[in-house]
Each structure stands twice: as C-alpha cells, then as structure tokens.
C-alpha cells in the first residue's frame, strides 16, 4: 500500500524569506511523486513531478522540491516566498506503471506568508 | 489548453433531494475521478472509472453512485442528499500513458440544507 504524509498543517513564513513545506512517503515499488497546490474555492493546480533522473525537480512559481530515496521524502522548496504563495499545498504518490496508477494524496498543508 | 469542467461551482440543495454533479474532460484520458475535500481530512476518493461504463469504489462510496456513459463525462450522483454529504467536490483525470499528474476541475462547493 502507498501513503504520504505531510506532518505540518500550517507553515508559516516571511515574505522574502525560503519555504519548505515536508512531505514523505511509502510505496512498494519506485514513486512518482507529485506537488500541488490549490487556491481558496479553487481546483487543484499541478506544480511539479519527479519520475526518474534528477533529484532536483524545478516546477511552476519558482517552487522546486528534492526527492531523497533514502529518507523517502520530497519536499517542496521556494527561495524567497511571496505572499501570493499562500494557498494549500498538497503531495502525492503514484506507483510507478505495473502498480497501481491511482494517486493517494496527503492531507495538505496550509502555507501562511506574511508581508 | 488541456481542461476539465465542472458543472456547477455552487450548488445549494436540500436533504433528500437527487444532486448531480457532472465532470467533462477534453484530454481523452481514460480514467477519471471523483473526490470528496473537507478540512483537516484532506481528499477522499469516492469513485474512479477506469473506462467508459466501468467504475471502481474508492474509499468512501457510501451514499454515492457514478455514470461514465461517455469516455469525455463522469457524474457524480447523490441519490439522496444528506447534510453530512455539504463539501467541496473535486473531479479529475489522468492518462494511461503520457503525462503520468492528474488534471483537476475546479470544484463543485456543495451545500446540502
């Protein structure tokens, strides 16, 4: 079975300052691992993916996120926050073709930044 | 532009009454999926449908049913609204092959009175 977890419910940081929002996951085979975000009253918005090569995965807004196999974790990174970057982020986790190709999504965390 | 629509953004109904919810995607993708959203509880799988006329439970089906007659169109259907069934409702769709992310309509705000 696949599963994600997102342990902060709220992040909350500065404008001008770097976020990270966590996110680690389980799954039987090799992931794909997915971000997205979603704004008040809104659908859910795709912001990055890894699938395979760099671990370094460079996404919408300026969002990038780091997929470490070891500590089985992928979190979401931006260098300098703008207040137009809060909004719910969520993670997710696919099995890779042969398993199963439906997504199990965390529980999503809120992002605060403040002026 | 890739795209999938929702029917409704607001829909305001009362306990008892028969809701639809409809879901049209224009990716040709195959599968395709409806979500329940609501604080703290993140998103719940309700049905997918993996092709036309076929569906699968997801994790909490009770008090729901779908219709995929159409490869482009799922619907959600409540057969008899309840107040515990008011959330936002979520639609999305994937591909078989290709692009392997999951593309979201923007939502459907249930109320149920």
């Known amino acids: 079975a696949q599963s994600v977890a997102q342990p902060e419910d709220q992040v909350n940081v500065a404008e001008g300052n770097p976020l990270t929002v966590k996110c680690t996951y389980s799954v039987s085979g090799n992931p794909y691992l997915f971000w997205y975000v979603q704004y008040p009253n809104r659908g859910l918005q795709f912001l990055l993916k890894y699938i395979t090569g760099d671990n370094l995965v460079k996404g919408s807004y300026g969002f990038e996120a780091e997929f470490n196999k070891s500590q089985t974790s992928f979190h979401l990174k931006k260098p300098s926050a703008l207040v137009s970057d809060s909004a719910l982020y969520f993670c997710?986790?696919?099995?890779?073709?042969?398993?199963?190709?439906?997504?199990?999504f965390g529980r999503g965390t809120s992002l605060i930044v403040h002026p | 532009d890739v795209k999938v629509t929702q029917s409704s953004r607001y829909l305001v109904k009362r306990t008892g009454e028969k809701v639809f919810l409809e879901c049209v995607q224009d990716m040709d993708h195959e599968n395709m999926f409806w979500y329940r959203q609501d604080p703290g509880l993140g998103l719940r799988l309700i049905y997918f449908s993996y092709d036309v006329k076929m569906k699968e439970k997801g994790d909490i089906p009770e008090g729901y049913s779908v219709s995929r007659e159409k490869k482009e169109r799922f619907s959600l259907i409540l057969e008899s609204a309840s107040t515990n069934q008011t959330s936002m409702y979520l639609c999305?769709?994937?591909?078989?092959?290709?692009?392997?992310?999951?593309?979201f309509g923007p939502g459907t705000r249930l109320t149920v009175l």
């Open positions: 997710a986790v696919r099995d890779r073709p042969g398993g199963s190709y439906i997504p199990t």
């Open positions: 999305a769709s994937i591909a078989v092959v290709g692009w392997v992310e999951q593309f």
